[in-house]
C-alpha cells in the first residue's frame, strides 16, 4: 500500500553510488555533476582551508616555531663539543679540558631535552586545536549538505571521510606534523653549521640533495594520485560492505549471497591491490634515499681529508662535519618518509576540506505566510535518472491549515512526491512553492522554521530524554516538554520510565518501541512548531494495537497546519480533509473521503481492499 520512505521508486531510483570513481588527476576535484562521490578538495582549495584554520592560532605558531629553533640551535653544539674531544686527544689535552668538554655536552643534552619536550607540546597543541575545528566544521557542513546529494553519493562514502580520513588526519597532527617540523628545522640549521665549520663542508654535502630532490619529485608525482586512489576504494568498499550487510535479509531472501560476496571481494582485491602499489612505491623510496647518503658521506669525508691534509682544518672539525651529515640521516630521511604519511594524510584532508569548504548555506527567502503556509505544485515531473520519469505533470494546491492525504499502491510516486514538497530535492521540472518561494531556497534556518519531515524512520540520539527531545527547541523548560508529550498521549509512559524525562534513551540506554518513537518524533514536532507538515508514513512502525493512539496523535500534533501526510493506512486518510490518489506517478482522483467513495473509482476499490482485510 505505501511507499519506502528510504528508496523511493527503487526500480527508477539513481544509480548506485557504490561503484568506484575514477579519481582525478593530481591538482583538480572531480567535478560534481560527474561523480556520485561527495567532492574532493583541489590542493589549493585544501591548503586555502588550512590557513584559515590556522590564522586564529598564529601566536601559538610563532612561540612553537621560535621554541623548536631553540631546541634545534643548542643541540647543534653536540658536534663542535664531540669535535673538540677528538683535538684535545690527538694533541694529547687536559683530562680537566676533556671533563668540561663533557660536562658541557650533558648540558646541551639537558637543554635540548627540555626545550624540544616544550616545543612538541605547543606543536601538538596547534595540531589538535586545528584538528578540532576541522572536525566541528566537517560535522557543521555535512549537517547541511542537500539530502539528495549524500543521499547519491551514499553512506559508504560519509561514513569513511568522518572515520577513515579524519583518522588518517590526526595521526597526521599527533604524530608527524610535530616531528616533520623538528626533522625541516634539524635540516636548515645543521646545513647552516656545517657552512661555519668551513663551506666546502656545505658543498659537499649538498651533492646529496639532487638526488634527493629527484627521489621526493618521483615519489610525489605517483603517491598523490594513488592514495587518492586508495581513498575512493576505501569508500567504495564500504559503502559495498554495508549495503550487504544493512540488507542481508533481503540478500538472503532472494538467494544473492554468491553475488553479493563476490562484489565485496571484487572491492577488496581492488583496496589490497592499491595497497600493494603503495608498498611497491616506498620501498624505491627508500632504495633511492640510500644512494644519496652514501654520495653525501663519500663527498664530506673526502673534503674533510683534504682540508686536514691541507692544514685548513683540524681533525676535530672535519669530524664534527662528517657527525653533522651523519645526523643529517636521522632528520632527512624522516622528513622525506612523512611524505608518506603526509600525502595519504592530504588524500584524507583534500576529502574532508571537499565538504568543510562548501559555501555556508544563504539565510535564503522567507515564505510570505506567518502562521500556516500554503503549497502550490505546478507541472511538477521528476525523474531520478534521465528518461525515467516517476512523477509526471502534477498539479496540486494545498491550503491554508488543510490536510491531504496521499494514497496509492506501492511506487505510486507518494514518497517523491513528499520529499519535492519537503525540499529534500529539486525537481526536474515543474515548480513546487511554499507561499511563493522554492523550498529550496528557503535556506536551512528558514526551512527548518517552515517545513518540517517526518518519516517511519526515526533516530533516537542516545542519552537524556530531555536532552532529546530539546533538538527541536534547546531552550524549552520542563513544562513545555511535557506539554509536547501530553499532546500526543506520550507523558504517561515518559514520566513512568525509570528516571521520567532523565531517562537515558537511544544506544546503550532505554529502549524505546517503535510507536513510542514515533510519539517522540511528534513531540519534537510541536515544540518546532513548523506551519507546514509532511509525514511520510510516520505511523507505519506502530503495530495494529498503538496504531490507532498514534493516529490520533499525529491528528494533534498537525491541527492548525498545513499537511501532507502519505497515509500507511486507510483510516488515517479518511480523517483527512482531502484525499489525493496516485498511480504511476499521476493523480488519478482527488476529493474528500464519501466523495471517492462514492465515486466508485481507484480510492474505492483500496477501500473495500483495505477493510475486507480489517475484518
Request: a neutral charge.
Given at each position: 500500500?505505501?511507499?519506502s520512505?528510504?528508496?523511493?521508486?527503487?526500480s527508477?531510483?539513481?544509480?548506485?553510488?557504490?561503484?568506484?570513481?575514477?579519481?582525478?588527476?593530481?591538482?583538480?576535484?572531480?567535478?560534481?555533476?560527474?561523480?556520485?562521490?561527495?567532492?574532493?578538495?583541489?590542493?589549493?582549495?585544501?591548503?586555502?582551508?588550512?590557513?584559515?584554520?590556522?590564522?586564529?592560532?598564529?601566536?601559538?605558531?610563532?612561540?612553537?616555531?621560535?621554541?623548536?629553533?631553540?631546541?634545534?640551535?643548542?643541540?647543534?653544539?653536540?658536534?663542535?663539543?664531540?669535535?673538540?674531544?677528538?683535538?684535545?686527544?690527538?694533541?694529547?689535552?687536559?683530562?680537566?679540558?676533556?671533563?668540561?668538554?663533557?660536562?658541557?655536552?650533558?648540558?646541551?643534552?639537558?637543554?635540548?631535552?627540555?626545550?624540544?619536550?616544550f616545543?612538541?607540546?605547543?606543536?601538538?597543541?596547534?595540531?589538535?586545536?586545528?584538528?578540532?575545528?576541522?572536525?566541528?566544521?566537517?560535522?557543521?557542513?555535512?549537517?547541511?549538505l542537500?539530502?539528495?546529494?549524500?543521499?547519491?553519493?551514499?553512506?559508504?562514502?560519509?561514513?569513511?571521510?568522518?572515520?577513515?580520513?579524519v583518522?588518517?588526519?590526526?595521526?597526521?597532527v599527533?604524530?608527524?606534523?610535530?616531528?616533520?617540523a623538528?626533522?625541516?628545522?634539524?635540516?636548515?640549521?645543521?646545513?647552516?653549521a656545517?657552512?661555519?665549520?668551513?663551506?666546502?663542508?656545505?658543498?659537499?654535502?649538498?651533492?646529496?640533495?639532487?638526488?634527493?630532490?629527484?627521489?621526493?619529485?618521483?615519489y610525489?608525482?605517483?603517491?598523490?594520485?594513488?592514495?587518492?586512489?586508495?581513498?575512493?576504494?576505501a569508500?567504495?568498499?564500504?559503502?559495498?560492505?554495508?549495503?550487504?550487510?544493512?540488507?542481508?535479509?533481503?540478500?538472503?531472501?532472494?538467494?544473492?549471497?554468491?553475488?553479493?560476496t563476490?562484489?565485496?571481494?571484487?572491492?577488496?582485491?581492488?583496496?589490497?591491490?592499491?595497497?600493494?602499489?603503495?608498498?611497491?612505491?616506498?620501498?624505491?623510496?627508500?632504495?633511492?634515499?640510500?644512494?644519496?647518503?652514501?654520495?653525501?658521506?663519500?663527498?664530506?669525508?673526502?673534503?674533510?681529508?683534504?682540508?686536514?691534509?691541507?692544514?685548513?682544518?683540524?681533525?676535530?672539525?672535519?669530524t664534527?662535519?662528517?657527525?653533522?651529515?651523519?645526523?643529517?640521516?636521522?632528520?632527512?630521511?624522516?622528513?622525506?618518509?612523512?611524505?608518506?604519511?603526509?600525502?595519504?594524510?592530504?588524500?584524507?584532508?583534500?576529502?574532508?576540506?571537499?565538504?568543510?569548504?562548501?559555501?555556508?548555506?544563504a539565510?535564503?527567502?522567507?515564505?510570505?505566510?506567518?502562521?500556516?503556509?500554503?503549497?502550490?505544485?505546478?507541472?511538477?515531473?521528476?525523474?531520478?535518472?534521465?528518461?525515467?520519469?516517476?512523477?509526471?505533470?502534477?498539479?496540486?494546491?494545498?491550503?491554508?491549515?488543510?490536510?491531504?492525504?496521499?494514497?496509492?499502491?506501492s511506487?505510486?510516486?507518494?514518497?517523491?512526491?513528499?520529499?519535492?514538497?519537503?525540499?529534500i530535492?529539486?525537481?526536474?521540472?515543474?515548480t513546487?512553492?511554499?507561499?511563493?518561494?522554492?523550498?529550496?531556497e528557503?535556506?536551512?534556518a528558514?526551512?527548518?522554521?517552515?517545513?518540517?519531515l517526518?518519516?517511519?524512520?526515526?533516530?533516537?540520539?542516545?542519552?537524556?530524554?530531555?536532552?532529546?527531545?530539546?533538538?527541536?527547541?534547546p531552550?524549552?523548560?520542563?513544562?513545555?516538554?511535557?506539554?509536547?508529550?501530553?499532546?500526543?498521549?506520550?507523558?504517561?509512559?515518559?514520566?513512568?520510565?525509570?528516571?521520567?524525562?532523565?531517562?537515558?534513551?537511544?544506544?546503550?540506554?532505554?529502549?524505546?518501541t517503535?510507536?513510542?518513537?514515533?510519539?517522540?518524533?511528534?513531540?519534537?514536532?510541536?515544540?518546532?512548531?513548523?506551519?507546514?507538515?509532511?509525514?511520510?508514513?510516520?505511523?507505519?512502525?506502530?503495530?495494529?494495537?498503538?496504531?490507532?493512539a498514534?493516529?490520533?496523535?499525529?491528528?494533534?500534533?498537525?491541527?492548525?497546519?498545513?499537511?501532507?501526510?502519505v497515509?500507511?493506512?486507510?483510516?488515517?486518510?479518511?480523517t483527512?480533509?482531502?484525499?489525493?490518489?496516485?498511480?504511476?506517478?499521476?493523480?488519478?482522483?482527488?476529493?474528500?473521503?464519501?466523495?471517492?467513495?462514492?465515486?466508485?473509482?481507484?480510492?474505492?476499490?483500496?477501500?473495500?481492499?483495505?477493510?475486507?482485510?480489517?475484518?
Open positions: 500500500m505505501t511507499d520512505p528510504t528508496a523511493p521508486e527503487s527508477t531510483a539513481p544509480d548506485s553510488p557504490t561503484a568506484p570513481a575514477s579519481p582525478s588527476s593530481p591538482g583538480t576535484a572531480a567535478p560534481e555533476s560527474q561523480s556520485p562521490l561527495l567532492p574532493v578538495a583541489t590542493p589549493a582549495r585544501t591548503r586555502a582551508a588550512v590557513a584559515r584554520l590556522l590564522r586564529p592560532q598564529r601566536a601559538l605558531a610563532l612561540t612553537a616555531f621560535a621554541v623548536m629553533v631553540g631546541s634545534t640551535a643548542v643541540g647543534l653544539l653536540t658536534q663542535p663539543l664531540l669535535g673538540r674531544i677528538v683535538d684535545l686527544t690527538a694533541d694529547r689535552g687536559s683530562v680537566d679540558a676533556i671533563t668540561t668538554t663533557a660536562a658541557l655536552l650533558v648540558a646541551v643534552a639537558v637543554a635540548q631535552g627540555v626545550t624540544a619536550g616545543g612538541l607540546s605547543l606543536i601538538s597543541r596547534l595540531g589538535e586545536t586545528t584538528l578540532a575545528r576541522l572536525r566541528e566544521m566537517f560535522v557543521e557542513r555535512a549537517l547541511g542537500p539530502l539528495e546529494r549524500v543521499e547519491r553519493a551514499g553512506a559508504g562514502d560519509l561514513t569513511a571521510r568522518v572515520t577513515a580520513d583518522s588518517l588526519v590526526a595521526d597526521a599527533r604524530n608527524a606534523l610535530p616531528e616533520l623538528r626533522s625541516l628545522l634539524t635540516i636548515f640549521l645543521t646545513l647552516g656545517m657552512a661555519l665549520l668551513d663551506w666546502r663542508f656545505l658543498l659537499a654535502a649538498l651533492l646529496a640533495v639532487p638526488v634527493q630532490v629527484a627521489t621526493a619529485r618521483w610525489v608525482a605517483r603517491a598523490v594520485p594513488l592514495y587518492a586512489e586508495q581513498r575512493v576504494a569508500g567504495a568498499q564500504q559503502q559495498q560492505l554495508l549495503d550487504t550487510v544493512a540488507g542481508h535479509s533481503t540478500v538472503r531472501a532472494f538467494r544473492l549471497e554468491r553475488e553479493h563476490e562484489r565485496v571481494t571484487e572491492r577488496s582485491r581492488s583496496v589490497v591491490a592499491l595497497t600493494m602499489r603503495g608498498v611497491r612505491l616506498v620501498l624505491g623510496f627508500y632504495s633511492r634515499l640510500h644512494i644519496a647518503e652514501y654520495i653525501g658521506l663519500a663527498a664530506v669525508l673526502f673534503t674533510g681529508y683534504w682540508l686536514v691534509r691541507q692544514d685548513l682544518a683540524s681533525i676535530g672539525t672535519a664534527a662535519a662528517a657527525l653533522y651529515f651523519h645526523s643529517l640521516f636521522t632528520p632527512v630521511n624522516a622528513a622525506l618518509v612523512l611524505l608518506d604519511d603526509a600525502q595519504s594524510a592530504m588524500a584524507g584532508l583534500a576529502r574532508l576540506v571537499g565538504v568543510t569548504d562548501r559555501p555556508e548555506p539565510e535564503g527567502a522567507r515564505p510570505g505566510g506567518t502562521g500556516r503556509v500554503e503549497v502550490t505544485v505546478r507541472g511538477l515531473t521528476h525523474a531520478y535518472r534521465p528518461g525515467h520519469p516517476v512523477l509526471h505533470d502534477i498539479d496540486l494546491t494545498i491550503r491554508h491549515g488543510e490536510r491531504v492525504a496521499l494514497v496509492g499502491a511506487g505510486a510516486g507518494k514518497t517523491t512526491l513528499a520529499r519535492l514538497v519537503a525540499g530535492q529539486p525537481p526536474t521540472s515543474g513546487v512553492l511554499v507561499d511563493g518561494v522554492p523550498p529550496a528557503l535556506g536551512r528558514a526551512a527548518r522554521r517552515t517545513v518540517a517526518i518519516t517511519q524512520e526515526t533516530h533516537v540520539f542516545s542519552g537524556p530524554l530531555a536532552d532529546d527531545l530539546r533538538l527541536a527547541k531552550d524549552a523548560t520542563d513544562s513545555e516538554l511535557r506539554a509536547a508529550l501530553d499532546r500526543v498521549d506520550a507523558l504517561a509512559w515518559a514520566e513512568a520510565l525509570p528516571d521520567g524525562l532523565a531517562t537515558v534513551v537511544g544506544d546503550g540506554g532505554h529502549r524505546l517503535g510507536d513510542r518513537t514515533q510519539a517522540l518524533a511528534l513531540a519534537r514536532l510541536i515544540l518546532t512548531d513548523p506551519p507546514l507538515v509532511i509525514l511520510d508514513e510516520a505511523t507505519a512502525e506502530a503495530g495494529s494495537a498503538g496504531a490507532r498514534l493516529e490520533k496523535a499525529v491528528a494533534r500534533a498537525v491541527d492548525g497546519r498545513t499537511a501532507l501526510i497515509a500507511h493506512r486507510l483510516s488515517q486518510a479518511a483527512a480533509d482531502r484525499i489525493v490518489v496516485m498511480d504511476a506517478g499521476r493523480v488519478v482522483e482527488t476529493g474528500t473521503h464519501d466523495e471517492l467513495r462514492a465515486a466508485g473509482g481507484r480510492y474505492a476499490a483500496l477501500w473495500e481492499a483495505w477493510s475486507d482485510i480489517r475484518s
